[in-house]
């Protein structure tokens, strides 16, 4: 059976936590951001551009079926509310990634341990694909609108 995305987050959130708060204590907030943003963005980058390489050539199709599997476990509540062949729009409910973190005491870096994820990850996957997103759960908002745009 294989370990969906958001049991591999539980994972990692929990081996991290304290270490994230002591190099908080040591080095700051916003370092200690800094540098989980790049390392999160790094890292997503490379598994969209490794995800993109497996499927050969990605269409917003092969967006699509990837951005749902985040959601296993029910990890996400998620509606796709547009479907073209030049976009892809959905919002997302409920966000157990955002309820982890909070759980653990670590949500203001959620932004940097995954939200940032989904910008580098559509960098790497398809550089012709541009996300917009307004608004996310884990800064305290109802919703997280993603509006990935095929770019001619």
Known sequence: METTLLEKRTIEAEALEP???????????????????KTSYDGARRYGRELAEG??????????????????????????VEQTQT???LDVRRCRFAEL????????LGVELSCCRDFG????????????????????APTCDFRYYLES
């Open 19 to 37: 270490v994230l708060k002591a190099f908080i204590e040591e080095l700051g907030r916003e370092k200690v951001k800094r540098i989980l943003f």
């Open 121 to 140: 990850f559509i960098e790497g996957f398809h550089p012709g694909v541009r996300l917009v997103r307004t608004q996310t759960i884990m800064e305290g």
């Open 101 to 108: 973190y909070d759980r653990l005491g670590i949500r203001d």
């Open 55 to 80: 499927v050969g050539s990605p269409t917003l199709e092969d967006l699509a079926r990837e951005v749902r599997s985040w959601g296993a476990g029910g990890a996400l509540e998620e509606e796709i």
């Open 87 to 89: 976009t892809l729009f």
